[in-house]
Antibody
Framework: QVQLVQSGAEVKKPGASVKVSCKAS????????INWVRQATGQGLEWMGW????????GYAQKFQGRVTMTRNTSISTAYMELSSLRSEDTAVYYC????????????WGQGTLVTVSS | SYELTQPLSVSVALGQTARITCGGN??????VHWYQQKPGQAPVLVIY???NRPSGIPERFSGSNSGNTATLTISRAQAGDEADYYC?????????FGTGTKVTVL
């Protein structure tokens, strides 16, 4: 069965960077895009960007351009999202989600990773 | 940037029908997806491409999309349907999420 398993919770100081991992299993990792979505406590879903694990091509939401980097290691079927210059407003749960084939939505999601930014 | 507007909350009596709207400029020309999110859990895709249900999603969930409004319909609402629901589209190389609707089953 398809699974996306994310790394554990992180606590970071303002100005630092965080790197969250998302390990895929149960399907061919390079055949589906990986998206990253975040959610602050009590708030809605906010899309951050996507990555094609086959080519490494990425697309980032304008809000995060210059601060976010999405990469992958195909040998271990793992995607990464690194966010730099953290500020308190970046405190949120970060999700990876698989992009379905042929515009079929985000069909599988990781369990989420809480990133807390606090001095 | 493209915006999707949803009602903040919808209430439905047990066993009745809930309708959640998602408004956007000419949204009928786009593929709309819907997600259910229960407290403390990751979102789950319940409708993709306007009206298609992923495997495992009950037939009670249905969707439509026309003009400037897409609609998620939950028939015969159950207590387990209480959750936040989000619509989503792809626009200008960006995934855009709606503002979210809290569904309460009375």
């Amino acid at each position: 069965q398809v699974q996306l398993v994310q790394s554990g919770a992180e606590v970071k100081k303002p100005g630092a960077s965080v790197k969250v991992s998302c390990k895929a299993s149960g399907y061919t990792f390079t055949s589906y895009d990986i998206n990253w979505v975040r959610q602050a406590t009590g708030q809605g879903l906010e899309w951050m960007g996507w990555m094609n694990p086959n080519s490494g091509n990425t697309g980032y939401a304008q809000k995060f351009q210059g601060r976010v980097t999405m990469t992958r290691n195909t040998s271990i079927s793992t995607a990464y999202m690194e966010l730099s210059s953290l500020r308190s407003e970046d405190t949120a749960v970060y999700y990876c989600a698989r992009g379905g084939i042929a515009a079929a939505g985000l069909d599988y999601w990781g369990q989420g990773t809480l990133v807390t930014v606090s001095s | 940037s493209y915006e999707l507007t949803q009602p903040l909350s919808v209430s439905v009596a047990l066993g009745q029908t809930a309708r959640i709207t998602c408004g956007g400029n000419n949204i009928g020309s786009k593929n709309v997806h819907w997600y259910q999110q229960k407290p403390g859990q990751a979102p789950v895709l319940v409708i993709y491409r306007d009206s298609n249900r992923p495997s495992g999603i009950p037939e009670r969930f249905s969707g439509s999309n026309s003009g400037n409004t897409a609609t998620l319909t939950i028939s015969r609402a159950q207590a387990g349907d209480e959750a936040d629901y989000y619509c989503q589209v792809w626009d200008s190389s960006t995934h855009v999420f709606g503002t979210g609707t809290k569904v309460t089953v009375l």
